[in-house]
């Protein structure tokens, strides 16, 4: 098995915590790229997840709102690496999950699940607020962390035997803060 396929294997959350982890992930804080630039990534991310049929119009107050809710997203992982979660974050999960009317129903098969009443982006948000309830109530929840690089905060799925892992690739961050936890200590001396 070679690099790439170990990475990419230790980085892919599965089900509902793989969709989470694919919405907080479209920004690369660290390096870039933005993928939600503008509401036409926004609408061909989110119909491409099959959040929202490409009939719904996305504008730039959508955008921001779903930037919003992805920062947000991403402060509610923060607990699995250490960080704190911040009121913020919390109030605009339940901002989302009211604006697209966010209930409990039954299915044709008679299990539970969360659907927004609303439609379009804020029908969408509401989907992603659910994939996170439901990926929160998941036993592998909390192997789902951020980077310990303030720089970088990419989610990743933490697939360590103990669950341990504090960087999502030693080969980048983790050499980097090793790296500079070193020239600190030998700085000091």
């Not at 609408?43 to 930037?67: E, P, Q, R």
């Not at 991403?74 to 690496?81: A, E, M, V």
């Not at 989907?127 to 929160?136: D, E, F, G, K, P």
Request: charged share 25%; aromatic share 6%.
């Amino acid at each position: 098995m070679d690099i790439l396929t170990i990475v990419a294997d230790r980085e892919t959350a599965p089900g509902d915590i793989g969709l989470v982890q694919a919405f907080v992930n479209t920004a690369d804080l660290q390096d870039g790229p933005e993928d939600l630039s503008d509401p036409n990534t926004l609408k061909a991310w989110l119909v491409a997840k099959g959040l929202m049929d490409g009939s719904h119009t996305v504008d730039a107050s959508d955008l921001k709102h779903a930037i919003a809710l992805r920062e947000a997203i991403r402060g509610t992982i923060g607990p699995n690496s250490g960080f704190p979660v911040y009121p913020v974050d919390i109030a605009t999960l339940n901002g989302a999950a009211s604006a697209s009317g966010l209930r409990m129903r039954f299915g044709a098969d008679g299990k539970p699940r969360m659907e927004p009443e609303a439609t379009g982006v804020v029908g969408a948000m509401g989907r992603i607020v659910a994939t996170l309830y439901s990926a929160m109530e998941d036993e592998n929840w909390r192997r789902l962390k951020l980077c310990s690089s303030q720089a970088c905060r990419w989610a990743f799925y933490d697939r360590s035997k103990n669950h341990s892992s504090r960087w999502c690739t030693m080969a980048s961050c983790g050499n980097r803060e090793k790296a500079r936890r070193f020239r600190s200590q030998k700085a000091h001396a």
